[in-house]
């Protein structure tokens, strides 16, 4: 790839701003901010481009510090690296069978599974399931326990390590299990382990730890809770989060652009073997960084699609990213060394994907064809 200098920053962020500007005017969504970074000469070059309006009347401008909720974000940004420094401290193995992860007693049909088949999805828990149903008239200190029993007492989707299926109850499991094994909150695990060291407490955090007033930033709306019809601006849209009280293993964090850079920016660092502010050992991290199996999936991360991926055209097979229900994504490419964020609230629109399966990759190939000087930019959102 080219040099890049802030004049060519300049042009990106004209670029991409009128395609952020064409998906809001198409109702893609109300808020958008794609933040990116790109290594070179030893130091970050970083750019932010936003379009739209949050807050609770849609009075403030979107920029870098505006808050949304990072849903599926969740789970490559809080889970993965609590679970990776639990396995760094020896707390955990790769291979250590759910039964001992969670220390009790399980019945034979969970014996294959194990952390790494948790974290790639390929444990044969099911995708999704309407547990908020039940736990939205529960009291708070029953919730947890009640929940756990219910995914230990229904059977599996496929006989573990034989399938794929991207799974949320998975990754509830994984909450449980950073809980047992530190003695604390999955939240304040996170936040003491991962968050302040890495110096992104500030900018992506859990509602409960950090309330709507004590944030300088605004916040983005993203629909209406379906029980109580209270506007989710600084509540999670997951219905099974909410019901929890807003801490799980696969949703609950809010953060920024700057937050969401910031620790694609580390994940970068480490697998390069630079300098990095997060307590994880290279080794551990490049094993999450793996491809597992035929799979479209390493531990905690998403690979790029041989056809249609997210990513657009122009990230290497390298790279590795995660999406959100809410329309929030990342992609980190470490051959060409470049992050890319989108955050967005696009189920505000309604339930119509076709607008962010559109932009994303369009997006990102305009990113890459601006840093790297491409002659022929992708077409204009609407051109055939």
Not at 123 to 134: D, E, P, T, V
Not at 187 to 204: I, M, Q
Not at 293 to 312: M, T
């Amino acid at each position: 790839m080219r040099r890049v200098d802030e004049k060519g920053l300049h042009c990106l962020q004209e670029e991409v701003k009128k395609y952020l500007l064409k998906y809001l005017i198409n109702e893609v969504y109300s808020a958008a901010s794609l933040a990116v970074s790109t290594y070179r000469e030893k130091t970050f070059l970083d750019c932010y481009i936003s379009a739209g309006t949050a807050g609770p009347n849609d009075e403030h401008e979107v920029d870098q510090t505006t808050v949304f909720d990072l849903a599926s974000l969740t789970k490559p940004f809080v889970t993965l690296p609590s679970v990776l420094l639990l396995i760094d401290q020896g707390k955990i193995s790769w291979d250590e069978p759910l039964e001992s992860l969670l220390e009790r007693s399980l019945v034979d049909r969970f014996s294959k599974v194990d952390l790494q088949s948790l974290l790639c999805h390929n444990s044969g828990f099911s995708s999704h399931r309407n547990f908020w149903k039940s736990l939205k008239s529960m009291k708070d200190d029953q919730k947890k326990e009640w929940l756990l029993d219910c995914i230990l007492e229904e059977g599996l989707e496929y006989e573990t390590g034989t399938g794929h299926l991207y799974s949320d109850v998975g990754y509830i499991l994984l909450g449980y299990v950073v809980e047992k094994k530190s003695g604390v909150g999955l939240d304040h695990y996170w936040r003491d382990n991962v968050a302040e060291p890495a110096g992104v407490e500030e900018t992506l955090f859990f509602p409960t730890q950090k309330k709507k007033n004590t944030y300088g930033g605004c916040w983005v709306q993203t629909g209406h809770c379906r029980w109580t019809t209270r506007p989710l601006i600084g509540l999670v849209h997951d219905d099974n989060c909410r019901a929890l009280g807003g801490v799980a293993g696969h949703a609950g964090l809010f953060g920024t652009s700057e937050g969401v850079l910031k620790l694609c920016k580390e994940y970068l660092n480490i697998y390069h073997h630079r300098k990095s502010e997060l307590p994880i050992s290279v080794e551990t991290f490049k094993r999450a960084f793996n491809k597992v199996g035929d799979s479209e999936w390493s531990c905690g991360f998403n690979l790029p699609s041989p056809s249609g991926s997210s990513s657009g055209n122009y990230f290497s097979k390298k790279s590795r990213g995660h999406l959100g229900f809410t329309g929030v994504s990342f992609w980190i490419d470490v051959d060409k060394q470049v992050v890319v964020s989108l955050l967005t609230n696009r189920v505000r629109k309604g339930d119509d994907m076709r607008g962010i399966k559109e932009a994303r990759p369009a997006l990102h190939d305009l990113v890459v064809c601006c840093l790297e000087g491409k002659k022929n930019p992708p077409a204009e959102p609407g051109d055939s």
